[in-house]
T-cell receptor, first 115, second 115 residues
Framework: ETGVTQTPRHLVMGMTNKKSLKCEQHLGHNAMYWYKQSAKKPLELMFVYNFKEQTENNSVPSRFSPECPNSSHLFLHLHTLQPEDSALYLC??????????????FGNGTRLTVT | AQSVSQHNHHVILSEAASLELGCNYSYGGTVNLFWYVQYPGQHLQLLLKYFSGDPLVKGIKGFEAEFIKSKFSFNLRKPSVQWSDTAEYFCAVKPSSGSARQLTFGSGTQLTVLP
């Protein structure tokens, strides 16, 4: 059990669909992250929230829209995606984004396929 | 900005063989170093970390890593691998004074252990 739960585990969507990924952490952390994991490439940081405030948007296209209603929940809203957006999307948390010594805790990820 | 190189994309070993996975980073200052592991179908989890002190770090499941500052390396080792070590291994680095969002991952090494 990771303490970070992501749903759904798998998602197939067309380019015109709108869907959302959900992440929930039960660790009492205050920072949450979205990463994109593509085959043979390093994990790419997408967004960072610290105490519900977005502190990082790593030049992510606007078709990805994050939402953090509270420190325990993080969403990634998807619309008009492209096939190259197919990847494993990972959520992670840490005590807070400014604390460098604490490792990230990851969820199992959502495997997204865009058709 | 820092970067991480994992030169071996795929390593195949027989059980009981010794393992060494390479990790080199580029950054001019002091760093924190991490190895994460992702077992098939599971979440990324921390294997071990180095912040300061003894450059030989021991982690879970018999893994260890040695920080060699002069070589900018943090290679992962295990004297005798098991079939259950089959997984993808990611090296990560961040500036010691940096925040968690500055964590940079390598592209990963897939380890396959043959029974």
């Amino acid at each position: 059990e990771t303490g970070v739960t992501q749903t759904p585990r798998h998602l197939v969507m067309g380019m015109t669909n709108k869907k959302s990924l959900k992440c929930e952490q039960h660790l009492g952390h205050n920072a949450m992250y979205w990463y994109k994991q593509s085959a043979k490439k390093p994990l790419e940081l997408m967004f960072v929230y610290n105490f519900k405030e977005q502190t990082e948007n790593n030049s992510v296209p606007s078709r990805f829209s994050p939402e953090c209603p509270n420190s325990s929940h993080l969403f990634l809203h998807l619309h008009t995606l492209q096939p190259e957006d197919s990847a494993l999307y990972l959520c992670a948390s840490s005590p807070w984004a400014g604390q460098g010594n604490s490792p990230l805790h990851f969820g199992n990820g959502t495997r997204l396929t865009v058709t | 900005a820092q970067s991480v190189s994992q030169h071996n994309h795929h390593v195949i070993l027989s059980e009981a063989a010794s393992l060494e996975l390479g990790c080199n980073y580029s950054y001019g200052g002091t760093v924190n170093l991490f190895w994460y592991v992702q077992y098939p179908g599971q979440h990324l989890q921390l294997l071990l970390k180095y912040f300061s002190g003894d450059p030989l770090v021991k982690g879970i499941k018999g893994f260890e890593a040695e920080f060699i500052k002069s070589k900018f390396s943090f290679n992962l080792r295990k004297p005798s691998v098991q079939w259950s070590d089959t997984a993808e291994y990611f090296c990560a680095v961040k500036p010691s004074s940096g925040s968690a969002r500055q964590l940079t991952f390598g592209s990963g090494t897939q380890l396959t252990v043959l029974p």
